[in-house]
Nanobody, 125 residues
Framework: QVQLVESGGGSVQTGGSLRLSCTTN?????????LGWFRQTPGKERQKIAH????????SYADSVKGRFTITQDNGKSTLFLQMNNLKPEDTAMYFC?????????????????WGQGTQVTVLS
C-alpha cells in the first residue's frame, strides 16, 4: 500500500515561491495510475490542482494554477513535487498529495483513493 507524506509548506509573501514535496513510500509504478496535488480551504471541497499520469508523465492543471505551478516526479519516482511560483493570497490552503491505484478513470476527478495528511500553505498579502 502506498503511503504519502507531504512537506514544504509554510508562509510566503505574495509573488513568492514554494516547492512542496510528497514522499511516496511503498510506491510501485505497477499499481499507481496517477499522482495528484489537491488543496482545500475551510468550508470548501477539496479540489485537484494538478496531476501526473503514471507512467508517461503527462500532466494536467486547474486553470487557477496553470502557468504558475508545475508538478513533477523525481527520476526514481519516489517523490512528487509541486513547484509553486507567483503565489497569490487565494492560493492559501491545505495542500494534499494523493495517488490513484484503482483505475485511470479517476485520474481526472477529485476521487483519489490514497491521501497524505496535508501541508499548510499561507500566502501573505
Amino acid at each position: 500500500q502506498v503511503q504519502l507524506v507531504e512537506s514544504g509548506g509554510g508562509s510566503v509573501q505574495t509573488g513568492g515561491s514554494l516547492r512542496l514535496s510528497c514522499t511516496t513510500n511503498g510506491y510501485s509504478g505497477f499499481n499507481t495510475y496517477c499522482l495528484g496535488w489537491f488543496r482545500q480551504t475551510p468550508g470548501k471541497e477539496r479540489q485537484k490542482i494538478a496531476h501526473i499520469s503514471v507512467p508517461g508523465g503527462s500532466t494536467s492543471y486547474a486553470d487557477s494554477v496553470k502557468g504558475r505551478f508545475t508538478i513533477t516526479q523525481d527520476n526514481g519516482k519516489s517523490t512528487l513535487f509541486l513547484q509553486m511560483n507567483n503565489l497569490k493570497p487565494e492560493d492559501t490552503a491545505m495542500y494534499f498529495c494523493a495517488a490513484e491505484t484503482r483505475t485511470t478513470r479517476y485520474c481526472y476527478t477529485n476521487d483519489y483513493n490514497v491521501w497524505g495528511q496535508g501541508t499548510q500553505v499561507t500566502v501573505l498579502s
